[in-house]
């Protein structure tokens, strides 16, 4: 049989560190990425770089566009 010391002890002991699971967690959890990054190059059929090509990228959701102008590289 357990002692009653013993018991209360115990109890004690479950009792303080039954929080400790939720402190290994973050009190605020990261949400998806509201940024992105896009690259490539623009080439003919022959694989030179297209130079002054106009690329735009447009987010679908929020209608927002981006337009940029290739370099001498077709970046």
């Known amino acids: ?3 009653d010391r013993l ?3 115990a109890a004690a002991l479950l ?3 039954a929080p400790l699971p939720l402190a290994c967690f973050p009190a605020r959890l990261p949400a998806q990425a509201t940024e992105g990054f896009v690259s ?3 080439r ?3 694989g030179a770089p297209v130079v002054g090509a106009s690329v735009t990228a447009r987010n679908e959701a929020t209608g ?3 337009t940029r102008t290739t370099d001498a590289r077709g970046r």
């Open 64 to 66: 927002t566009q981006q």
């Open 15 to 17: 009792l303080a560190s």
């Open 44 to 46: 003919t059929a022959a």
């Open 7 to 9: 018991r209360k002890v």
């Open 1 to 3: 049989m357990i002692p």
């Open 40 to 42: 490539g190059q623009v």
